[in-house]
């Protein structure tokens, strides 16, 4: 999976609907998956989590949200430079963000989702 579709699935709320579908899953097959590629899917997306949740807790909420409008309706980082933060600032998130997407680890079945 790219970086920018980890940091939009962050910031669009997929993430949490697929680790909560797969924490459902799991509770139904008692505790444990069956299935070996659901248990690295559920790794991955809990590694997403944590280490976006622990960025994004230094951001202020103006980033997040231009952020969340940038994945979820398109919205252009430019129409955010100089009004939510100093145009350095929000390259610079934004540098971390991808920095931080590369970093996780991604079992082979989610490297060829595109």
């Keep these: ?11 669009t709320g997929y993430a949490d609907w697929a680790l909560k579908g797969l ?6 097959e008692g ?6 590629y659901a248990e690295e899917n559920y790794n991955f997306w809990i590694e997403v989590r944590r280490v976006f949740d622990e960025y994004t807790a230094t951001l202020s909420p ?3 949200k231009m952020e969340h409008d940038h994945y979820k309706y398109r919205k252009p980082f430019g129409e955010c ?4 933060a100093p145009t350095a600032k929000i390259q610079e ?4 963000l991808n920095r931080l997407a590369k ?3 991604q079992p082979e079945r989610i ?3 595109n």
Excluded: A, D, L
Excluded at 1 to 10: D, L, S, V
Excluded at 31 to 36: E, N
């Design 1 to 11: 999976m790219k970086q920018r579709h980890i940091i939009g699935h962050y910031f």
């Design 31 to 36: 505790g444990h998956f069956s299935s070996r």
């Design 81 to 84: 430079y100089n009004i939510v």
């Design 93 to 96: 998130v934004n540098n971390e």
């Design 23 to 28: 924490e459902y899953r799991k509770q139904e």
């Design 111 to 113: 490297k060829q989702i």
């Design 103 to 105: 970093s996780i680890e």
């Design 62 to 64: 103006e980033i997040i």
